[in-house]
């Protein structure tokens, strides 16, 4: 078990995936600046229900059972004055315990998953590799710098969960998947969907 800072949101960080972030509350401006200066990751875990901004009188956010860790790889000041930060996914995590800090940060009792192994893309998921390849002439997506091992099933399978228009709730589903054959197939039947097909 370790206990690490959490970044609950509402969306869900896939390993090597990667997400903007626009930060202004107190307690996550001190998260960024301890995670920047020490280089230790932090955890984001999806939010089932509540907010990500914190409200006086309103319940804590429920947050789910597992999450990414997520480390910083940009920063800049944006236009509108407020710090804007990129960041990527790691490893995985499973969430047991939760502690709120004076300041409102989240702590959490973790065991980090252990990363699985590389594995093969198989013929019969060329499909796969197809429309993330066609995710990538999106200029968006290409700005986004992502670089994921085309030869590793699982890096992607995590880069086109994250980057499909998909319900955050499935992205989360799909990310606690430890079996890259499940992944898959629940892939296939999404891309059936989006295109029709099913």
Known sequence: MTTIPLFP??????????????IFEQRYLDLVRSSMKSGEPFGNVWIRRGSEVAQRGRASAELGDWGTLARIVDWDQLPNGLLGITIEGQGRFDLYETEIQANGLVLGEVTCRPDPE???????????LDVLHSLETHPHVQRMGLSPDYDDAWQVAWTLVQLLPLEEYIKYELLGLDSIDELMSELDLILNQISGDG
């Not at 896939?14 to 626009?22: E, N, W």
């Not at 590389?118 to 796969?128: D, E, F, G, T, V």
């Open 118 to 128: 590389p594995a093969a893309m198989l013929p019969q998921w060329q499909s796969m």
């Open 9 to 22: 949101l509402s969306g869900v960080l896939l390993p090597h995936g990667k997400m903007p972030l626009q």
